[in-house]
Every structure is written in structure tokens, then in C-alpha cells.
């Protein structure tokens, strides 16, 4: 992988599927009076010197791009299809519309499979009539193998598969920063890759306290981390179970929950990191 030059991260959504509070849930175990506890759906922006990579489009899209003041990215990277990271996509007609031209979107063949199949009026292509008014999204699908090393406008993003449980997902690498949400185990081989990697940060999915069979808990997490030894680590993709404060006050000194808004500033491969309070 190429080095990285200054890198921004926001957090989109920092929630689970059902967001907190949740419908039927509530605020679960999750202090009311904290904002930190109040997520949207997990997602994510990336930002290199010049371009903005959004990770996923949360149903609540429309929503985070606009509290962030975002209005137009350059590419979308799918982690996988599942609804609380696919459904929004109809709102990148208002990229479409910003950018005035296609997006081009990244996801592995059962991400394009689904997107095909319920999302199918997307991957059209822009009509003659339609002058770049933008009456639907008009995306452009880029699909790849899990393992592949992304050339996405001269930006080399790393791939690797993640278990899911029932299914597989995607995590992303941008140089020494590791994003790895809706995971429940990772082989070997990829454990080895990020132990070498000597990484900045690590971002990873960890949806409760108790072992969970699609995501990984908090302990797993924990042990994840023990053997890779990232400099940096913010726990997201968090469930109603996981109070903001209680998690913060149980982790080690490099060990972070995330929060809607929360931002992180890295300098360089192996430079500064600062990460929002």
C-alpha cells in the first residue's frame, strides 16, 4: 500500500441497526441525558488532501450529510447490502445533483447482486432527456474481490473479507487506518496482515457486552486489539446495551467509543493522531 497523507474520519453514524433510541428498544441501557448516546446508523467519511470517500449509505443519509455540511463525495465504498447500511441510497440523487454527473459506487459481487435487485433503477444510465437535473440517482458500479487493492482516483484502498456470521462483509484499509464494522471473526491470514501493518487506528464494529453470533462484543474486540496493538482504537457500530460513558470508563488508555459527529485527524502514516471529545 502507498503512504497516506493527511486523513480525516467522520463519524456519520456511530448506532446499530436500530439506531439509539431505538423503535420498541428505547434508549435501552443507554443514558438519555448523554447526546453521546444518541446515534444514527453507522457510517463514515473519509477525507484525503482532495478527495471524500463516504463508507455506506445509513437510512438516516440524508440527515448526517447535512449536519456535517456535506454535499458532495467523490466515490461510495459498500461494506455490504444489509438495509442499515444500503438504504439511503436514493439520496445520492443530491450528489448527483451537486456533482452534476454520475457517482461511482464500490461493493463486492453480493453487494452489486442486491443493489441490482432492489435498487436496480440506480445503475441506469443518465438518460438523454434528463439534461443532469437528476430526477433518480445515477450511480456507477465498481465491484471487486475481497483481498483486491483498490485504485480509486489515484487513492490505493485495501480490501479484506470479514465474517459476519451469516454472511460476509468488507473492511477497508487506507494505509495504516482500519475501518471493520458487522464483523464476527476474522481469518488468520488477515490478523497476521494487521499485526504487520503497525496501524494508526482501528476502527471496529462492536455492536454489545455479550458474545453476539453476527458482530463482535466488546471482550472479542478487546482481544482483537491485544494482539494487533494499534496505536488508536474506536469501538462503533454500538447497540442500545453499550452506554457511552460505562464503555469509555472499562477501556484501555487507547481505546475509544464512538459518537455521532466524532471526528479523527491523522497527519501522516505514523504521525499525529487527534480524535474529538
Known sequence: MSEFGPLKITFLGSGSSSGVPGIGVGWGKCDPTNPKNARLRQSILVETADKRFLVDTSPDLRQQLLRENVHGVDVVLYTHAHADHMNGIDDLRGINKFIKKPLPIYGNEATHRHIEQCFGYTLKPLPPDDKKIFVRPV????????????????????????????????????????????????????????????????????????????????DLALKWISRVKPKKVILTHLGPDIDYAELKRQSPENVTPAFDGMTVMISSEGGEIQISD
Open 139 to 218: 450511480l456507477e458500479m465498481n465491484e471487486f474481490l475481497p483481498g483486491d487493492d483498490l485504485d480509486v482516483f489515484g487513492v490505493k484502498i485495501g480490501t479484506f473479507e470479514q465474517d459476519h456470521g451469516f454472511s460476509k462483509t468488507v473492511g477497508f484499509r487506507f494505509g495504516r487506518t482500519v475501518y471493520s464494522t458487522d464483523l464476527k471473526d476474522l481469518t488468520e491470514d488477515v490478523l497476521n496482515d494487521l499485526e504487520a501493518a503497525n496501524l494508526d487506528v482501528w476502527i471496529i464494529g462492536t455492536f454489545q457486552w455479550d458474545e453476539h453470533w453476527t458482530h463482535a462484543h466488546v
